[in-house]
């Protein structure tokens, strides 16, 4: 029997990230702060508009390209934010969350052969998307000491000239890295100089601790070359309704809308109508929840440094990315007897990259109460490493 797989396919390996959980669902009193998702529920008002089109019947189709009413509301969202606008006809197209919209972007922009730079550590699919588009990816190694930031020089290192595509993805999973303007000033001049593109992943823009997200669209000459992709699910805890969008050029969207209708068709009606009054009524909401995992985020970094575990201090997103190094285990191994001594979840650092070797991603978008209980759990845990390590000594 002939194989029936495609070859390209088979060597992408699964999501690092899920390898835990499968084994956590089984643990009794096991605490997970793995998986990246809001622990608050969508807000009522929002839910509410969501029932209210069901009840309405508003259930069929919408156009591909999403709710002219909800693209309307993107633009004017991204422009009262982030100070960039764009033709709601044309330019702007509702996806299935913001990963439908990394894949549609790659698949759109890139030949085969084309090199997409990935800076890492980052999220698990920008590898695996490019690839399936039939692009090479280039790995840029992000480093702590710089905060894990892109900088200028390590960009202008990767560039070669089969690079198209950059990814640019700050606030960042799951360091909790960002880009401030005057870091995203020197990378747009390198960008510029090269003539490249950029797969902008803003899915966390509303999440910044330190200042308000700034995106280099909005820096002259990036506009044009620059795909923003964005979505709901973590600014507004609408995870499960699969929503997101991506803006940019006409010529680059137009091209993505025909992926988007022959592999989707369109986003659920439901989640769309919903969407609206997100955009329309829910800044309250975003701005209290980020309130609250500001709060978690100082709880675990005074934690940390109560236990002497290294971490540089995050200002986006909801993760913190601490150093275990020092234990002389594997960022694996050290998730796993975690896991087994103390029943704590954490996620591995090599999930997002051969880079994020001797690290741990910790998420945050958990109760505080859950987090006192994991941070008891993990000084146990690492009270114990250290004093079986002076043994040995």
Known sequence: MRDPLNKTITTIQPSGIRKFFDVVHEMKDAISLGVGEPDFDTPWHIRDEGIYSLE?????????????????????????????????????MVTIGGSEAIDAAMRAMLDPGDEVLIPQPSYVSYVPCAVLAGGVPVVIELKAENEFRLTAEELEAAITPKTKLLVLPFPNNPTGAIMEKSDLEKIAEVIKKHDIFVLSDEIYSELTYLEKHVTIASLPGMW???????????????????????????VIIEQMLKIHQF???????????????????????????????????????????????????????????????????????????????????????????????????????????????????????????????????
């Not at 044009?224 to 006409?250: D, Q």
């Not at 978690?296 to 440094?305: A, D, E, G, N, P």
């Open 224 to 250: 044009e070359r620059t795909i923003v992709i964005n979505g709901f699910s973590k600014s507004h805890a609408m995870t499960g309704w699969r929503l997101g969008y991506a803006c940019g050029p006409r």
């Open 56 to 92: 309405k019947g508003k259930t069929h189709y919408t156009s591909n390209a999403g709710l002219k009413e909800l693209k309307t509301e993107i633009d004017r969202y991204l422009n009262r934010h982030y100070g960039i606008s764009y033709d709601v006809d044309h330019e702007i």
């Open 263 to 393: 592999a989707i068709m369109c986003a659920p009606s439901t989640s769309q109508y919903a969407g609206v009054e997100a955009l329309k009524n829910g800044d309250e909401d975003v701005a209290q929840m980020r309130e609250e995992y500001n709060g978690r985020r100082r709880y675990l970094l005074h934690r940390f440094k109560e236990m002497g575990l290294s971490c540089f201090e995050p200002f986006g997103a909801f993760y913190v990315f601490p150093c275990i190094s020092e234990f002389g285990m594997t960022s694996e191994q050290f998730a796993t007897e975690l896991l087994n001594t103390e029943k704590l979840a954490v996620v591995p650092g090599t999930a997002f990259g051969d880079c994020g070797e001797g690290f741990i991603r910790i998420s945050y978008a958990y109760s505080l109460e859950n987090l006192k209980e994991a941070m008891n759990r993990m000084e146990a845990f690492i009270t114990g490493l250290r004093k079986q390590g002076e043994k040995q000594a």
